[in-house]
């Protein structure tokens, strides 16, 4: 069976500070990997996403991604951070061809002016 | 084009009634994904829809259920309501194209509370 784990319910960083969220991932087959955000009461938008080729992934609002298979990571990073940022991010994975997501338990990053 | 929408976009109900969300998806999109997001669980999958075929289903008990339209709007159905049936119930759909995930779009959800 497909698992996320994000590391930390809570991120604090400052406006400017490089952002980093980390996601680990398990999957038995190659899996398609997915960063998602949601701001209150809304759904969730996709930020990047990661399914074959080149494993560093950029995505909107200057987020980006690297899959590490080594590490079964697929930690989301964006260099300098901004109040808008603030909110709620999900790390998802799939199976190919299926269309089911397995999200994470979710980041809520706060920026700090 | 229009995104995906749900309605209603707020729920109350009583235990022990029923409920019926509608999701509309993006024009074009014949697939349809519904989730349940709570505090506790977090965001979990329920089925999903294709040309108006179940093709996927998450561990949800029977009180759980859908359907899809020729038109792919979709709706779900949750009989004898619970507590713990209070979410945040998302649908997304999705351009499904054979062999390939196709992105998935969020509608911005129904929040349901059962009292």
């Known amino acids: 069976a497909q698992s996320v784990t994000q590391l930390g319910s809570h991120v604090s960083v400052s406006e400017g500070a490089l952002v980093l969220l980390r996601c680990n991932y398990s999957s038995s087959v190659p899996p398609y990997l997915f960063w998602y955000v949601q701001y209150p009461n809304q759904g969730l938008q996709l930020l990047l996403k990661y399914t074959t080729g080149a494993t560093l992934v950029k995505g909107i609002n200057g987020f980006e991604a690297e899959f590490k298979k080594s590490e079964t990571s697929f930690h989301l990073t964006k260099p300098s951070a901004h109040m808008s940022d603030a909110a709620e991010y999900f790390c998802a994975v799939s199976e190919a061809g299926f269309q089911k997501l397995v999200f994470g338990t979710g980041t809520r990053l706060l920026v700090s002016p | 084009k229009a995104g995906v929408t749900q309605t209603p976009r707020y729920l109350i109900k009583t235990r022990g009634q029923q409920v019926t969300l509608s999701c509309s998806p993006i024009?074009?999109?014949?697939?349809v994904s519904w989730y349940q997001q709570t505090p506790g669980q977090g965001l979990q999958f329920l089925f999903e829809y294709f040309s108006e075929t179940q093709r996927n289903k998450g561990n949800f008990p029977g009180r759980f259920s859908g359907r899809q339209f020729s038109n792919s709007r979709s709706e779900m159905n949750v009989s004898t309501l619970e507590l713990g049936d209070s979410a945040l119930y998302l649908c997304a759909s999705s351009l499904k194209t054979s062999g390939v995930i196709g992105e998935q779009f969020f509608g911005p959800g129904t929040r349901l509370t059962v009292l």
């Open positions: 024009s074009g999109h014949r697939s």
